[in-house]
């Protein structure tokens, strides 16, 4: 059973930083495109970040250019977005997701609040 458990959200200044954790359990990790999405109250899903297998390959929404960066730890099952100079249009639900044997699999969630 594929289980994604997000973590590290909270309320952050603006100009502030946050590190989000997904820990991924219930399939191989390493052989599995991994993404961060998030969800702003009467907002539509949107990809936030993606990474590939072997960490080569990333994309970024053009909102999040040069401020966030997603890494992934294979040994640990775990894939980050490190979130720096955060703006008050970043507060959301941030979504892990992965796609595994044909199905979207997605995580609870994490708050993240930027509000001064």
């Known amino acids: 059973q594929v289980q994604l458990v997000e973590s590290g959200g909270g309320l952050a200044q603006p100009g502030g930083s946050l590190r989000l954790s997904c820990a991924a359990s219930?399939?191989?990790?390493?052989?599995?495109?991994m993404s961060w999405y998030r969800q702003a109250p009467g907002k539509e899903r949107e990809l936030v970040a993606s990474?590939?297998?072997?960490?080569?390959?990333?994309n970024y929404a053009d909102s999040v250019k040069g401020r966030f960066t997603i890494s992934r730890d294979n040994a640990k099952n775990t894939v980050y977005l490190q979130m720096n100079s955060l703006k008050p249009e970043d507060t959301a639900v941030y979504y892990c997701?992965?796609?595994?044997?044909?199905?979207?699999?997605w995580g609870q969630g994490t708050q993240v609040t930027v509000s001064s």
């Open positions: 997701k992965t796609r595994v044997r044909g199905w979207d699999c």
């Open positions: 219930g399939f191989t990790f390493g052989y599995y495109t």
């Open positions: 990474i590939g297998t072997d960490s080569g390959n990333t």
